[in-house]
């Protein structure tokens, strides 16, 4: 892609209220726009950053052997009062239509899941069955703040699985936690796996994934010794624990970030809808649900926020929007500039033939505007040609997150792409 085709430009400033790196730099760099409080549009460098990340999650859904479907985000109202939802959600925006119904826009999406899989479920031999999604959720949230870590409108995986016993469950729960640590690992990120309450469904298994930053709005206990982890909301304020149970070194509390959280469901909605199946006995018997959430558009700002300095984001190259951020500095010389075009022409197809995805910015700029935007952007690696590197026939090379670069002589530049 050219810089000087891409219809969003980066800004000088970032905007006034925004206070965390997530706001301050995808805003700044054209990455997103506020279109309201809480509430985002995706645009071209923030959207193929959202694309690789739920590409990642897709292909470890897909291993774990869930199959993808797409819900509906209107949902009607009557499956919302079966479970009890539809007067005790508060953050469920509720949309009425002229012909005097009214619609739940879905926050999530156990009330059409349950009814849905229950349909195709008779007996136990069509279990075990995992579904997801990436799609869209909307909640009224009261406290919708500046970045997309916590939108009204924000993206979601969530997977439903339906299990005919306890340990059926357990055992796929457990698969995926392992999967979560993994896929966010592929992501570039860090998490705990901390211990949550499971909130309305106590007494069962939930575990949220929670990264460690100060941009976080949860306060975790972390032993730093055993690793173990939990969420500073589930102690009783009067009895806060310094040191862990186990081991005895003391507890550290950090700031942290839920971008996943997984539950075990129980029977509480195959109940409500009646969802039941025969077992091996022929006798009519509950089924089991667990649930398995990761904001996926929380993701992308976790990721901003562990990884950026003073001058913009340091894309990690799994979840970055281009690999290469290829500038071209101009020189005075009609002839000299003759060169340059041609170099950087022809250095950018045939990086673009050999599958690396670069972002060249071909534009009439200044070298501080070009080399500032390339470090806001935050593409793992830049290309730089100019007079002085021409003169040694060669680019400049260097990495965003490392302060050397060096020479690498046109000749070579093919073959050490090929190892970004
Ligand atoms: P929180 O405690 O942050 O309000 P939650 O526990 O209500 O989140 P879940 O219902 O567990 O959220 O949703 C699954 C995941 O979706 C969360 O772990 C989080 O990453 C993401 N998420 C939830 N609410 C929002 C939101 N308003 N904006 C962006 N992401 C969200
Ligand atoms: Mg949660």
């Not at 706001?23 to 506020?34: C, D, P």
Request: overall charge negative; proline content about 4%; charged content about 30%.
């Amino acid at each position: 892609m050219r810089l000087s085709r891409l219809f969003t430009k980066t800004s000088k400033s970032a905007p006034a209220d925004a206070e965390t790196a997530n706001a301050k730099y995808l805003i700044q760099g054209g990455f997103v726009h506020q279109e309201m409080a809480g509430v985002y549009s995706w645009l071209p460098l923030g959207l193929r950053v959202l694309h690789k990340v739920e590409n990642i999650i897709r292909e470890e859904m897909d291993k774990l052997g869930a199959q993808e479907i797409r819900m509906s985000a209107l949902q009607p109202k009557e499956s919302w009062e079966i479970t009890g939802r539809w007067n005790s959600m508060d953050v469920l925006f509720k949309v009425p239509s002229q012909t005097n119904k009214e619609y739940a826009l879905g926050p999530t999406h156990e009330e059409i899941v349950t009814p849905l899989v229950g349909l195709f479920i008779h007996s136990y031999k069509d279990l075990p069955v995992a579904v997801y999604q990436i799609q869209s959720k909307f909640r009224d949230e009261l406290r919708a703040k500046s970045g997309v870590m916590r939108g009204r409108e924000f993206g979601m995986k969530d997977l439903y699985s339906f299990h005919a016993t306890q340990g059926d469950l357990e055992n796929f729960y457990g698969k995926v936690m392992d999967v979560y640590i993994k896929l966010f690992h592929r992501c570039g990120i860090d998490t705990k796996v901390v211990e949550a309450s499971g909130g309305p469904f106590t007494k069962k298994l939930s575990h949220e994934f929670q990264v460690v930053s100060d941009a976080g709005e949860d306060v975790i206990v972390i032993c730093p010794k055993c690793e173990v982890a939990q969420n500073s909301e589930m102690f009783d304020p009067g009895a806060v624990k310094k040191n862990c149970p186990t081991c005895g070194s003391a507890y550290e509390y950090k700031k942290g970030i839920e971008i996943g959280n997984i539950f075990d469901l129980g029977s509480k909605f195959a109940d409500a809808f009646k969802v039941q199946l025969m077992d091996e006995a022929g006798e009519r018997q509950t089924i089991l649900m667990g649930c398995y959430g990761i904001g996926t558009t929380r993701l992308v700002g976790s990721i901003v926020e562990v990884s950026h300095d003073e001058r913009g984001i340091i894309w990690p190259k799994s979840v970055a929007p281009y690999a290469v951020h290829l500038v071209t500095l101009k020189s005075k010389d009609a002839e000299i500039q003759d060169r340059i075009d041609e170099e950087s022409e022809d250095l950018y197809d045939t990086l673009i033939k050999e599958g690396v995805e670069v972002l060249w910015d071909d534009r009439d700029a200044s070298p501080g505007e070009k080399l500032a935007d390339a470090d806001l952007i935050g593409c793992p690696l830049r290309i730089l040609i100019s007079e002085k590197t021409l003169k040694e026939d060669s680019v400049e090379w260097k990495f965003r997150g490392e302060k050397e670069m060096r020479l690498v002589n046109l000749r070579d530049v093919i073959e050490e792409s090929r190892s970004i």
